[in-house]
């Protein structure tokens, strides 16, 4: 079973989304899009903490726990090392926190305008981006950075997302960011 525990703490959220909702989706579909979730239908909780918030939390977050003095759009906190995760969602007798997730409000709806989306398409993306660094995926190289991608393009599809990393086409030729 999943738990996506959502909390508004700051920024402009927009009050008639369902943020709940929308954050619960995106982590079922990131969990099953990486390989996880049939272990959502039995008896264990595997929880995930959906943060929204504002960008100076978010930086305060950045700078404190990972030395960079200013915002981004989401921070995941994981609470198992990568190699751990095969083993914890086998032993799915117990109960388990996957981590935390903080998005900053500016700094979504800045890169939402600039993308020209929706802020509740651009927050998906970045908590299926989140949740996947609670399961171990990385971008720290080039190829792990494209196999992430693909997985979250993938994953994104399924939500009837388009792909965040194809830029607008111009003449023909895709452009990647």
Known sequence: MLDVDCDIVAGEWDPRQDWA???????AAALAGAGYGTVLDGDAVFEVSVRLSDDAEVQRLNRDYRAKDKPTNVLSFPM????DIPAIFKASDMDVLLGDL???????GAEAQDKQISIAD????????????????????DASAE????????????????DPYREAVSHGVDERQ
């Open 102 to 108: 903080a998005l900053a409000a500016e700094t979504v």
């Open 147 to 162: 196999a992430m991608e693909a997985l979250e393009t993938r994953i994104l599809a399924g939500l009837g997302l388009s």
């Open 21 to 27: 909702a929308l954050a619960e989706r995106a982590v």
């Open 122 to 141: 651009h927050a998906t993306h970045l908590i299926v981006h989140g949740t996947l660094h609670l399961l171990g995926h990385d971008h720290e190289d």
């Open 80 to 83: 198992h090392a990568p190699h």
